[in-house]
Structure formats: structure tokens, C-alpha cells
């Protein structure tokens, strides 16, 4: 190692590089599992910030035998307008940019779970593959991005009768290693815990990895008041509220 040290050691990671570079910096360690894991949280918060700011009250997650992973809202879609700063989509803005995003106002969302997260940009920059799927005014929107860079800029494929946002990505193998597929019992347990935290929102998980699919649903009206009875049951309940 060198024992020189001067400015021209420093170096300024432009863009996603920085999180390719290090991942750990963002979304936790990418050698036992927990920033492969985490890739799905950041994406499932974005489309949990749909619900509580009262548009959406699905979200479904699919596990896929090639090791990508989607994750479908029915919210009001990313935007796709053109941003003026950027002369791009604001969808391509939102899925390369990091801290871009419209939770920063107050406006578009009144509350958000997603503020302590790095977004879905650094889910990007990590990513082999991503694709998103936008349902909005009518019309259906796609892009896809490889390692984090746009492969064609945003375009309109289709028309639609809904709204939402869909998310399909394969991790980097290049960036992950040992714990290198998403674990069931884990995204299971995680987003039952969101779903009890969210009272009223449906979160639907599908393992399609295997040839007989197994299918999680989790679903509680009650919230947190539900959750505690569940811990109750069989138990001597000393307050009866």
C-alpha cells in the first residue's frame, strides 16, 4: 500500500457507480443476504407510501424461477412526464437518480415510510436487469435499465383500465455473493409484518420457483391490535382490551 496520500486520491463516483462500487454503503452487506433482501424492501416501501397516502390497498410480490423478482401496486403509477432539469422522464429520473423522488415536498405524500431508504435507484444500480411497467392515465409506459443505465428511453406500449406500478428485477450475481437467492420464510415473515403495520393493505406473495407455487397472503383489517391478539392466542390474556 502506498504511503502517499493526495488529492489525487480522491476519487468522485458519478451516478449509480457509487452504489455498484459499494453496495454496502447503501443497502447492507452484499456477502450474507441482508442488501439482497433489502433491494425487495426498498422497492415494496415505495408502493406501501401508495397506500397510506390512500391509493392503493394491493401489493403483490412474485419470485421467478430465472432469480427476478416483481412487485405490482395499483397506486397512481410513477409519473412520466417530462422533468424539466433533467430533459428525461421523471420515471427515469426516479430509477436513476439517487435521493430523487417525491417524498421530499409534503405534497405528494402527506406521510411516508420510505424517507430512511436510498430508493429504488440503488435497487437499480445493482440490478442485472430492471424493468418498470407504469399503468397511468390510460395508457401503459415501459422502460428497462441494465446495471442501472436506461437501455431506450421511457415509451408507451399499450393502453390500460388501471393504474399502478410494477417493478421486475434481477440482482447483480456480480455484486452478491454466498446468499445469491431470495429466501422465502424471510420476504414471508417481513411482509406480514408490513401488512399488520398498514392495517387494511394486502400483500399477496408467490413463489413461482418451483413446479408447484406456493402462495402467501396476508391481509389484516385489525393492524397492530390484530397482530397482538395473534401473539395471545393460547395465552392467559390478562386485559381484555
Not at 15 to 30: I, N, Q, S, T
Not at 66 to 86: A, C, M, T
Not at 90 to 114: C, P, R
Not at 145 to 156: D, I, M, N, Q, R
Request: some cysteine; charged content about 25%; overall charge negative.
Amino acid at each position: 500500500m502506498s504511503d502517499d496520500y493526495g488529492a489525487d486520491s480522491i476519487q468522485v463516483l458519478e451516478g449509480l457507480e457509487a452504489v455498484r462500487k459499494r453496495p454496502g454503503m447503501y443497502l447492507g452487506d452484499p456477502h450474507d443476504g441482508s442488501a439482497l433482501h433489502h433491494c425487495i424492501w426498498e422497492v415494496v416501501d415505495n408502493s406501501v407510501d401508495e397506500h397510506l397516502a390512500g391509493h392503493t390497498n394491493l401489493i403483490e410480490v412474485v419470485l421467478n424461477k430465472d432469480g427476478s423478482l416483481n412487485i405490482r401496486d395499483y397506486g397512481r403509477g410513477i409519473p412520466v412526464d417530462k422533468h424539466e432539469e433533467f430533459g428525461i422522464s421523471a420515471t427515469e429520473v426516479i430509477m436513476t437518480k439517487l435521493h430523487a423522488g417525491g417524498k421530499f415536498d409534503n405534497s405528494s405524500y402527506k406521510v411516508s415510510g420510505g424517507l430512511h431508504g436510498v430508493g429504488v435507484s440503488a435497487v437499480n444500480a445493482v440490478s442485472k436487469w430492471m424493468e418498470v411497467t407504469i399503468h397511468r392515465d390510460k395508457k401503459v409506459y415501459h422502460q428497462r435499465y441494465e446495471a442501472g443505465v436506461p437501455t431506450s428511453p421511457l415509451s408507451e406500449t399499450g393502453v390500460c383500465d388501471d393504474t399502478g406500478t410494477m417493478i421486475a428485477f434481477k440482482p447483480d450475481l456480480g455484486i452478491f455473493t454466498n446468499v445469491i437467492e431470495f429466501e422465502f420464510e424471510q420476504i414471508d415473515n417481513r411482509l406480514k409484518e408490513t401488512s399488520f403495520l398498514n392495517a387494511g393493505l394486502k400483500i399477496v406473495i408467490t413463489d413461482n420457483r418451483s413446479d408447484d407455487p406456493h402462495v402467501s397472503k396476508h391481509h389484516y383489517e385489525g393492524g397492530l391490535s390484530e397482530y397482538v391478539s395473534q401473539m395471545n392466542s393460547g395465552r392467559e390474556i390478562l386485559h381484555s382490551e
